[in-house]
């Protein structure tokens, strides 16, 4: 059974500090990653993809991911309260299919 | 780019009636749609791939009666909910791969999703 799994938090940062999501895997034979944010009653909106490891960068986001360990993780610097959502880390299968953890909750206070 | 759009954004019906919910690639081509669907405060749900012009995979534990896909074209797929009752009431979210003439992509970009009330 492939998993893909997430603390489902609350986390709770203050603003302007980083937010450190972290996602881990089963299927060590994942190529993909993904991380979707997703606003209360609102439907998944891609913020980042990542293949290779280290750190990819854009903007606010960083994500990182360690095809050894078999984690990904997602860094937001200088939070917003607007960053206040549910991200989901996601995992491509051999099949191109999208394996979903269950999201954490992240909570930005001002 | 990459935008897909869903309709009815929102939908109350009767028990024992039939709802359809469209969605389409507005600017891709996407030969495989998913259909997810979403209880309050829980994960997503994969209920079903659909692929152009062929018949959906269904999870397991979808009952494919119920829940009939019809992926007619390279936009459009749609998810007819039948005899819905008020155990069906969700919110249903549909994805798309954008193909970029290949199959061996993952990228899906969601719709904005179809709330669905069943009375």
């Known amino acids: 059974q492939k998993e893909v799994e997430q603390n489902s938090g609350p986390l709770s940062v203050p603003e302007g500090a980083i937010a450190s999501l972290n996602c881990t895997y089963s299927?060590?034979?994942?190529?993909?990653f993904f991380w979707y944010r997703q606003y209360s009653g609102k439907s998944p909106e891609l913020i980042m993809s990542i293949y290779s490891n280290g750190d990819k960068e854009d903007g606010r986001f960083t994500a990182q991911l360690n095809k050894a360990s078999q984690y990904v993780s997602l860094l937001i610097r200088d939070s917003q309260p607007s960053d206040s959502a549910t991200y989901l880390c996601a995992v491509g299968d051999s099949n191109y299919q999208l394996i979903w953890g269950a999201g954490t909750k992240l909570i930005i206070k001002p | 780019g990459a935008v897909v759009s869903q309709h009815p954004s929102r939908v109350i019906c009767k028990s024992g009636t039939s709802v359809k919910i469209e969605c389409r690639s507005l600017?891709?081509?996407?030969?495989?749609m998913f259909w997810y669907r979403q209880f309050p405060k829980q994960s997503l749900m994969l209920m079903a791939t659909s692929n152009e012009g062929s018949k959906a995979t269904y999870e397991q534990g979808v009952e494919k009666d119920k829940f009939l896909i019809n992926h007619a074209s390279l936009t459009l797929s749609t998810l007819t909910v039948t005899s819905a009752h008020p155990e069906d009431s969700s919110f249903y979210i549909c994805s798309a791969r954008d193909d970029k003439g290949q199959l061996n992509t993952y990228e899906q970009f969601f719709g904005p999703g179809t709330r669905l009330t069943v009375l």
């Open positions: 600017d891709f081509q996407a030969t495989t």
């Open positions: 299927d060590r034979g994942s190529q993909s």
